[in-house]
């Protein structure tokens, strides 16, 4: 059975750190990207950021400079540094894999709809 589950979410101020993580399980997942999403309440769940299984990265402009997506395959984890938080980074932040993992297309790098396995969710809230 295909596992995502992420951790690391909490409560911090404005201009604070978190690292989340999402841990693999059910099967390898180093030939894939892997996303982190989020989803903000009364908003559609939106892009953050993507590495694919070449270690490539991308961020949607909103965190770029400011996240980091890292993975390690030989734990089959893969991470979102977060620094500098601000109050509209508040939301729930899902991980996401891709079974292909080079897309050539933005858009579908971007598109929850190019993802095949979900996580659960971790809640990040930052209080101003």
């Known amino acids: 059975q295909v596992q995502l589950a992420e951790s690391g979410g909490g409560l911090v101020q404005a201009g604070g750190s978190l690292r989340l993580s999402c841990s693999a399980s059910?099967?390898?997942?180093?030939?894939?990207?892997m996303g982190w999403f989020r989803q903000a309440p009364g908003k559609e769940r939106e892009f953050v950021a993507r590495?694919?299984?070449?270690?490539?990265?991308y961020y949607a402009n909103s965190v770029n400079g400011r996240f980091t997506i890292s993975r390690d395959k030989a734990k089959n984890t893969v991470f979102l540094q977060m620094n500098r938080l601000k109050p509209e980074d508040t939301a729930i932040y899902y991980c996401?894999?891709?079974?292909?993992?080079?897309?050539?297309?933005?858009?579908?790098?971007?598109?929850?709809?190019?993802?095949?396995?979900w996580g659960q969710g971790t809640q990040v809230t930052v209080s101003s």
């Open positions: 590495i694919n299984s070449a270690d490539t990265s």
């Open positions: 996401a894999a891709d079974q292909q993992s080079h897309r050539i297309s933005m858009s579908s790098r971007r598109s929850s709809t190019s993802y095949d396995y």
């Open positions: 059910g099967r390898s997942f180093s030939s894939y990207a």
